[in-house]
Nanobody
Framework: QVQLVESGGGLVQPGGSLRLSCAAS????????MSWYRQGPGKERELVSS????????SYADSVKGRFTISRDNAKNTLYLQMNSLKPEDTAVYYC?????????WGQGTQVTVSS
């Protein structure tokens, strides 16, 4: 059974940091292209960051470039998103996504709220 379980969300003040994790099971994690998406209140889901299967290539939305870092540990079947210098506009539910050819899996999401 395929599972993607996000964790690490919470309430943080502006300027603070959080580290999200996405634990994968039920598929060969190291073969999959992984991404973080987010959906803010009243907004559409948007791509935040992606990383290729070996972790050598990453990409970021302009809005998070320089503040967020995506990484993966294929030995632990886990995807990470280190989020620094958080802003109120980063408030959203964050989802991890696994993609391989026509296969695509989603986690249930973790809430990140940036507020003073």
């Amino acid at each position: 059974q395929v599972q993607l379980v996000e964790s690490g969300g919470g309430l943080v003040q502006p300027g603070g940091s959080l580290r999200l994790s996405c634990a994968a099971s039920g598929f060969t994690f190291s073969n999959y292209y992984m991404s973080w998406y987010r959906q803010g209140p009243g907004k559409e889901r948007e791509l935040v960051s992606s990383i290729n299967s070996r972790g050598g290539t990453t990409s970021y939305a302009d809005s998070v470039k320089g503040r967020f870092t995506i990484s993966r540990d294929n030995a632990k079947n886990t995807l990470y998103l280190q989020m620094n210098s958080l802003k109120p506009e980063d408030t959203a539910v964050y989802y991890c996504n696994a993609k391989f050819v026509t296969l695509s899996y989603w986690g249930q999401g973790t809430q990140v709220t940036v507020s003073s």
